[in-house]
Structures are given as structure tokens and as C-alpha cells.
């Protein structure tokens, strides 16, 4: 669905050159259950829209050490962008996020994460994108990530942060594949694209506003080129 979203893009930036990050979500509450972990390292993987932006949102904050574009839910065999993009294999387009949970803990991450890296309230769709594949869903890799992402989203819900039930999926990790080559840092390598200009700029421009003590300025890239 990317081409159609870069066509929209172009024409929506015909009429705006600016991209607004005002119009992405405010602060939203810390989880209430967000356990200390004194491991070394751990790694999530999260999926919710285009994979481009949520690696670009996660290579800027403070703690993580490495964020793999690539794909969740479905099997190895079918683990490439043109598959995944017939909306049939199951699979999701997500991000492997590895951390420090010393320095950023899985409850934070999953505060950007559901306040300015996605909307969770959109049901198999993420901005200009449609399908499965850019569902929301949290691929929890233990018992305890899935614990404190069903308590998470149980207390925004009650809360009422958002004006519409949260559709996050939670499912355990089954496998991650890493995306093409020209997927990854895609973002920084392409900062003047149409669709990331609209579409991933701003949730940068969110993260740097909204979460500024969780901010790093410069990303930690997977590559360089």
C-alpha cells in the first residue's frame, strides 16, 4: 500500500509543505505495573504502521541500543516485502527493539509507543496505510513484557486516555525476520521523502516535544552507508 500512500503524500504536501506534530497525541500516563529488570539487555518487538517510522521514532530514544526493521506473525517462507505486502501471510511490519532495561525500561518504551510512534485505536491501519500488515500489536518475548502490556493497556482503557478502545494485539513472539537492506535507518537515509516528510518526521518532532527526557538526538543507527 506505500505507493498509493506516496502518491497521497505528494499530493497532501502540494498543499502543505509543513507537517504539524501538534496534531499527534499529548503525554499519556506511565504504566502503574512496570517492573525492574536487571538483565544486561532485553528485546520486544512492536508493530504499528509503517516499519520506517517506528524505527526512526526508537533509534531516538535514550536506552535502545539497536532497532531491526522487519516482519512478525507469519512464517519465514513468506518474510519479504513483496509477500507481505499482498496482505496474506499474517505478517505484521515491526520493529526488534533491543534495550537497556536499566535505562529505559519496557514500561517507557510502551508509553512512546502508544503515544506518538502510533495511533493504537486503528484497526488494521496506520495513517495512509491499510491492511494487516500495519496492524498494532505487541509481540511480547516473556511472561513478564506480557504482563505489564495487558496491565498497561487495562489502565489506559479505564482511563479513557484515548476517545476509542485501544486494539493493540498481544501475542507471544513467534519469530522475527529482518527486513531488505533498503528498509533499514530508511528515514535517514531518505529525510526528504514525501511520505516520510508527512507522515514519520512528525512523530519524531512528537517524541522530541512530548518526551523530551527520553530523547536522544542522535540515532542509533543499524547501518551506515
Known amino acids: 500500500m506505500k505507493l498509493a500512500s ?24 506511565a504504566p502503574g505495573f512496570d517492573p525492574a529488570n536487571d538483565a544486561a539487555h532485553e528485546t520486544v518487538v512492536l508493530a504499528g504502521g509503517c516499519f520506517w517510522g517506528q524505527q526512526a521514532v526508537f533509534e531516538h530514544v535514550k536506552g535502545v541500543t539497536k532497532v531491526v526493521a ?18 496474506t501471510t499474517g505478517h505484521a511490519e515491526s520493529v526488534e527493539i533491543t534495550f537497556d532495561p536499566k535505562m529505559v525500561s519496557f514500561g517507557r518504551l510502551l ?22 500488515s500495519y496492524r498494532s500489536e505487541i509481540f511480547f518475548a516473556s511472561p513478564g513484557q506480557e504482563k505489564t502490556a495487558r496491565a498497561y493497556i487495562a489502565q489506559l482503557d479505564a482511563a479513557h486516555v484515548f476517545a476509542k478502545p485501544i486494539v493493540t494485539r498481544i501475542e507471544p513472539l513467534k519469530g522475527f525476520y529482518a527486513a531488505e537492506g533498503y528498509h533499514q535507518d530508511y528515514l ?24 523530551p527526557d527520553y530523547y536522544r538526538p542522535d540515532p542509533v543507527r543499524l547501518a551506515s552507508r
Not at 506516496?6 to 499529548?26: E, F, G, N, P, R
Not at 512512546?112 to 496505510?129: K, W, Y
Not at 508527512?198 to 522530541?208: G, Q, T
Request: aromatic share 10%; hydrophobic share 45%; proline share 7%.
Open 111 to 132: 508509553q512512546v509507543f502508544f503515544s506518538v510512534a502510533h495511533d493504537p485505536t486503528e484497526l488494521n491501519f496506520q495513517g495512509p496505510d491499510e491492511g494487516t
Open 188 to 211: 535517514i537515509h531518505n529525510p526528504t521523502q514525501p511520505y516520510i516528510v508527512f507522515n514519520d518526521l512528525p512523530k519524531l518532532a512528537a517524541l522530541k516535544r512530548v518526551w
Open 6 to 29: 506516496l502518491l497521497a503524500a505528494s499530493a497532501l504536501l502540494a498543499l502543505s509543505a509543513v507537517a504539524h506534530a501538534d496534531d499527534l497525541d499529548k503525554t499519556i500516563p
Open 70 to 87: 522487519g516482519y512478525s506473525g507469519g512464517a519465514a517462507a513468506t518474510a519479504n516485502y513483496s509477500m507481505v505486502t499482498t496482505e
